[in-house]
């Protein structure tokens, strides 16, 4: 796993609100059943929000790979 790659975002433990630093990898997507959520603990903040965007774009082809 290559982190450097645009296809992952990493997040600061500050940004994300987890105890340490995270990894988002829109490459692996999971999804969670509504019912199965209690309360959201953490939003991400603005400049974190389009590192993940940018990444969704990449992996599923709506930005062009950047050479």
């Known amino acids: 796993m290559d982190l450097s790659l645009p296809t992952y975002a990493i997040l600061a433990a500050e940004e994300s609100g987890l105890e340490s630093e995270a990894v ?7 999804t969670l059943p509504k019912a199965g959520l209690v309360e959201r603990f953490s939003t991400l903040p ?4 389009l590192r993940v965007d940018r990444a969704i774009r990449l992996v ?3 930005e062009e790979w950047p050479i």
């Open 24 to 30: 988002a990898s829109p490459a692996s997507p999971f």
């Open 46 to 49: 603005r400049k974190a929000q």
């Open 60 to 62: 599923f082809g709506y």
